[in-house]
């Protein structure tokens, strides 16, 4: 992803995407490239007006609203930590780990799997806190149904 300035993902030997690094990770075109690049929350619920409709709350989406349900992608640092009370989504920290410039909390509730924002590390957190998260829409990467 360094060295170069356009890069082929293989999937079974076929073309899954072709990209700048900053295209490839950010705006991946299928589940597979989103989770072969870098860390990734897969989200799979309803759509609502707008919105993914979670277990903690309501995210915000660009795109496709009147979609049934949909798959969608956020990567961890694209992620704000902010007060439980006045969040569109919570969860309970599971775990915090130390990585150096950030810190990486795993969330349960949030969604119907383990969440993960890397934060940094000036945000206070402990296992067993309740957390609100703040996402903006446009950082959420609606993916297409897996064929």
Do not use: C, W
């Not at 995210?59 to 979609?67: E, F, R, V």
């Amino acid at each position: 992803m360094e060295l170069g300035d356009r890069v082929v993902v293989m999937q079974k030997g076929k073309i899954a995407q072709i990209g700048t690094p900053r295209e490839i990770y950010f705006t991946p075109n299928s589940r597979f490239v989103a989770e072969f690049i870098g860390a990734a929350n897969i989200l799979e619920a309803a759509v609502e007006n707008g919105h993914l409709v979670l277990p903690g709350g309501r995210q915000p989406i660009d795109g496709d609203a009147n979609l049934p349900a949909a798959v969608a992608m956020i990567r961890p640092e694209t992620i704000r930590v902010v007060a439980a009370e006045s969040a569109p989504l919570s969860g309970i920290i599971d775990s915090v780990s130390f990585i150096g410039d950030r810190q990486r909390l795993v969330v349960s509730g949030v969604s119907n799997r383990s969440f993960t924002v890397d934060a940094p590390n000036t945000v206070r957190a402990k296992s067993g806190e309740r957390i609100g998260l703040s996402i903006s829409p446009d950082v959420v990467r609606l993916l297409p149904p897996e064929s």
